[in-house]
DNA sequence: TAGTTCGTTTAGTAACTACTAAACGGACAT
DNA sequence: ATGTCCGTTTAGTAGTTACTAAACGAACTA
């Protein structure tokens, strides 16, 4: 027994909900992505609020979260006042969007109060052998968040995030 | 001017909370671990309790949880009946952990139901040319999340996370 | 037995988050 | 101007989360 179009629609919207509220975003957002994303034409605030159920103004400013985070595109047309929205379908251009949002901000602050520490750990003169051992683990620290923050920028680096490349790293690493 | 030891430990252990609630977990679960990882020995409940400021109920359900996610060891000495617990210090292997603890639940389920939407999609039959754009647009985000975990198993599957190979990684990709 | 000394669990709370309802303000039409 | 049609902002709320305080239970001790 097949089901509607409109059901199984709904299910794959609730699912991105569940995926949004996952990756630490409202479960909203989610929804309002999934709404643009199955359609084949933008559509307005105002259907969004039709077919997620949200306010107005729920819509309105997670619409310009997705906006800024460049998972969807907010669009007018000539002699109309609405805005419209659809859905970017390239993901891996948002993700990438995505991690310069969340860089920049609380995240580089607070790994860089780990460089900070290192610093006055070793400007310090007293107490050698604490020192020196407190040294030693945050400077293993602070080289681990080196080394993730070289593979996101390696990873960002890369035109398309595909099988084929993600195979070719499985090949290098192996 | 160099700064107390004290206060700069303190500042580490704040940094390290932010970094916590920033990748979702409280702050707390930071702190307790930083407290831990600038500790040259195995600390009690008791001790984290006095060095963090939280009850002793919050430290052992959140010590817990980083056991369970590899990032802290439970030990116990003989003739004691204290639990003591260390950090982890290699890291590379704890995220490996923390992977496998996310995975398998919530995220996992809602890809499936990614998947889901697709089968169900090509197992219909009414209305063919909507169809047919779902189906394309449900393929190419499943293909994402596809490529995602690979790569996520890619990393896993090193046994370390050195800047080497993130520099075999770039050399590749270029 | 009763009394310590641990860790865990539970009930309650303060703060936060994702929302709703509704007022607001700007741009256009009449 | 006055009204209408947008999107935005604000004030308030239900639900969640990260905690605290304190009861509880298990393991040893006297």
Redesign the interface.
Known sequence: M??K?ED??Q??I???S??SR?W?FPKGMGAIFGVL??S?APLSLDEIVRQTGLTKGAVSTEVRALARMGLVHRSTKLADRKDYYEAE?D??KSIRSILKERQNT??D???G??K??LA??E?????AE??A??IE??R??Q??F???D??AR??V??ES???V??????????
């Open positions: 097949t089901q179009l199984i629609k299910e794959f609730e699912g991105l569940q995926i996952f630490g994303y199955l084949p379908t993901f891996y609380e995240f602050r607070a790994v109060s780990v900070d520490t006055k750990l400007a310090g003169t007293s107490n604490e020192r051992f407190l683990r945050v293993a620290l080289e681990f080196d080394a993730i070289s593979l390696a990873v680096k890369l995030l595909g099988l490349n993600v195979q070719r790293i499985l090949g290098v690493l192996k």
